[in-house]
């Protein structure tokens, strides 16, 4: 199995910043290997969503329309963690953030990599509160 362990939430005014961590563990998992790997997540009244994905290497990279050009997604294989850095924050980005992890083929199809029965492992999840 593969243990996702996530850090960084927590509770910010709209226009600040949150860094998410999420740090890789496990039986299944090697730095050898490449994986999919994105950051969901669950706001009330929506489906859960893919925020951003990121597959091992760094191509391809996905971000929902929403989070464009305010969060960012990146890999630090040799410390075996995901982050996700969320500037100019919005109210409307409020949810619980999980990572998720993979197979790396897909994250070569853009449907597939959006999609969260696709992914076979998951974090506990991370409350992000954005107020006015």
């Known amino acids: 199995q593969i243990q996702l362990v996530e850090s960084g939430g927590g509770s910010v005014q709209a226009g600040g910043s949150l860094r998410l961590s999420c740090a890789a563990s496990?039986?299944?998992?090697?730095?050898?290997?490449?994986?999919?790997m994105a950051w969901f997540r669950q706001t009330a009244g929506k489906e859960r969503e893919g925020v951003a994905i990121?597959?091992?290497?760094?191509?391809?990279?996905y971000y929902a329309d929403s989070v464009k050009g305010r969060f960012t997604i990146s890999q630090d294989n040799a410390e075996d963690t995901l982050y996700l850095q969320m500037n100019s924050l919005k109210p409307e980005d409020t949810g619980v953030y999980s990572c998720?992890?993979?197979?790396?083929?897909?994250?070569?199809?853009?449907?597939?990599?959006?999609?969260?029965?696709?992914?076979?492992?998951w974090g506990q999840g991370t409350q992000v509160t954005v107020s006015s």
């Open positions: 998720a992890i993979g197979p790396f083929l897909i994250c070569l199809t853009h449907d597939h990599a959006q999609t969260p029965a696709r992914y076979t492992y």
């Open positions: 496990g039986y299944n998992y090697s730095r050898r290997n490449r994986y999919c």
């Open positions: 990121i597959a091992t290497g760094g191509d391809p990279t």
